[in-house]
């Protein structure tokens, strides 16, 4: 090899583009161990702006990429899951998780396969779904909607492992319903000025569910996002985080990066935009440690 060749070859851009042919080479990300109960994770925090659908969904990607079977259930008005998924939830007559809620369409009807991976699902959101909160005041067991549209039968055939459920940045209703149906809450949480800021009201939230609606809810994840390592803050916000949750907060942190946000805007996680990329390799990690997760239960 040329002395110019090897110079190449330790550039940043030949780095990336070497862990990028290393993850999409089939077989070349490993697989994880499958739970030994479907593990259903409402991703939620009400504060906006935080990484919260972007987790979602890279986690997904992440979890489908080492052969785990994953469905996004997108519970957001704005949809923004389902178009990272590739999903076209703008199509008219799409069957969406608002026709799901209100009885009109089975979980059956509503699924889709993400043209990413075939081990990845969504259940698409539409803007209908904004109205559903108000429409749902007056139904019998509107708690409890998302839930019993959940289909065991289904979820076995189409063999899912996971279930992320992606959340309004609201404690309204439809959280709710993500809450009662779940068994486990992932928060992201920001490396940023009142990072917790909200994340207390969100616990008590947790607390009145488990007691009344959900008895097996349960905060199990956090997970730090928008790391910006130039700064002290990011790392004063991380210790704090750490200090308060201890072993929830997983080890992983995800960047800042302009690569995370550009990615849905093409219809894509960032494991498939920029599979080379920091924010790539940090959601693979992360999404590893969730899968691994497993293990530690079983030791315990």
């Known amino acids: 090899m040329s002395k110019d060749a090897a110079a190449l070859g330790d550039t940043p851009i030949a780095a990336a583009a070497e862990r ?41 990607a992440g979890l489908a990429l080492h052969g785990l079977g994953v469905l996004v259930i997108d519970l957001d008005p704005q949809g923004n899951a389902s178009t990272a998924l590739g999903i076209d939830h703008r199509k008219p007559g799409i069957a969406s998780v608002y026709e799901m809620l209100l009885d009109d369409v089975s979980l059956r009807e509503a699924i889709q396969q993400s043209p990413s991976n075939p081990r ?29 549209a959940l289909d065991d039968a289904v979820l076995d055939e189409l063999g899912i492992d996971y279930v992320l459920i992606d959340c309004p940045p609201s404690l309204g209703l439809l959280t709710v319903n993500a809450m009662v149906a779940a068994r486990e809450v992932l928060i992201p949480i920001q490396c940023e000025y009142y990072a917790l800021e909200g994340v207390g009201q969100l616990l008590r939230n947790i607390e009145l569910i488990q007691a009344h609606l959900n008895r097996e809810l349960h905060v199990s994840t956090i997970l730090l996002t928008m790391y910006d390592g130039r700064t002290k803050l990011a790392d004063q916000v991380a210790a704090e985080v750490r ?22 805007g093409f219809g894509m996680t960032i494991i498939d935009y920029d599979p080379g990329s920091r924010g790539a390799m940090s959601y693979l990690d992360a999404s590893r440690e969730l899968a691994m997760q497993v293990l530690k239960e079983k030791a315990q």
């Open 120 to 148: 990845l699902f969504c259940v698409p959101s539409t803007l209908d779904l904004a109205g559903a909160e108000i429409e749902l005041v007056s139904v019998v067991a509107r708690e409890s909607r998302l839930r019993n």
């Open 243 to 264: 200090s308060h949750f201890g072993g929830k907060v997983l080890q992983t942190i995800i960047p800042r990066s302009v690569k995370i946000s550009e990615a849905p």
């Open 20 to 60: 990028a042919s290393q993850i999409l080479t089939p077989g070349g990300t490993g697989t994880l161990p499958r739970p030994a109960t479907r593990r259903i994770m409402t991703v939620a925090n009400q504060k906006g702006g935080v990484g919260k659908t972007t987790s979602a969904v890279n986690l997904a």
